[in-house]
């Protein structure tokens, strides 16, 4: 009988257990074993720069249910639109190339707008005064610093790696002379001005000579471009970029002022590492 009950009692336990095990308390509130392993596999950190980067939005998350911060799919859907207008393109559209071009799903994307809506409310909340805008000479130095942001190519002259795994790509990647069975090749000359934007900025970050990030290609593959040359290099004027200098200079602000806050609250915080994958 008092076996019967043990048993009865580590099964109820472990239907409550998380998917994978703990690995992690923050304020007694848990983090899995296999959410950090999937951290891991999205932004190819090791366990522990995983972790932390759990940790942090663990405690975002306790900190704006702590301050009553809540945000609503409306506003998750009117960012969205914002972002996809932006790029002049429909919110369909916008999430095609998302997923084109960075392998982003919608619920990954949503994900991502509403903890950047949640960082700002929670700045609001913990900013003892208003940032001032950035100065003429900031713009000018930030412009001189991220150059490369602002050129583009007319045309992207490249070779498109299809496989399909992302693995078997991957091993192409890692040694490019060697043959390796179940990859088609094409070379193409992309037009920047006939593809999407999101696709053009990831064409513009990859060095010329080098691969490109592995995507899923729609067809139950993967692709990655290699980067044979880019042609016709223009750089668009300060003045033409100011509005989007001053937003992304306001934004490492807030985000000093958010990193500064979450340092000294973990500190402070009750959080037990357990183990790590």
Do not use: C, W
Request: glycine content about 4%.
């Amino acid at each position: 009988m008092r076996s019967l009950l043990l048993s009865s009692l580590l099964f109820t336990f472990a239907l409550g257990a998380p998917v994978g095990g703990v690995a992690v308390l923050v304020k007694n509130t848990p983090i899995t074993l296999y959410e950090i392993s999937q951290e891991m596999k999205q932004n190819g950190l090791d366990a522990t720069k995983s972790a932390d980067t759990l940790i942090r939005k663990k405690l975002e998350q306790l900190e704006a249910q702590d301050k009553k911060i809540s945000v609503t799919p409306a506003e998750i859907k009117e960012e969205m639109e914002r972002m996809a207008k932006q790029n002049n393109l429909t919110s369909e559209q916008f999430l095609d190339a998302m997923k084109t071009a960075r392998g982003i799903s919608e619920s990954d994307l949503k994900a991502k707008i509403e903890g950047s809506i949640r960082g700002q409310k929670l700045y609001s909340s913990i900013a003892f005064s208003k940032m001032a805008p950035p100065t003429a000479t900031e713009e000018a130095d930030y412009y001189q610093l991220h150059l490369d942001e602002f050129s583009h190519a007319d045309r992207y002259d490249v070779t498109t790696y299809v496989a399909p795994s992302a693995e078997i790509l991957q091993t192409k990647i890692d040694d490019p002379m060697r043959n390796v069975a179940n990859i088609i090749t094409k070379d193409e000359n992309i037009p920047a001005k006939n593809i999407n934007p999101q696709l053009a900025q990831m064409l513009n970050k990859i060095e010329v000579g080098k691969f490109g990030p592995i995507l899923p290609n729609g067809k139950n593959g993967f692709m990655s471009f290699y980067m044979k040359d880019k042609q016709n290099l223009i750089t668009e004027n300060l003045d033409s970029v100011r509005p989007q200098i001053a937003n992304a200079i306001m934004g490492e602000k807030r985000n000093q002022v958010l990193n500064d806050y979450f340092t000294r609250l973990r500190l402070s915080a009750d959080i037990k590492i357990l183990r790590l994958p």
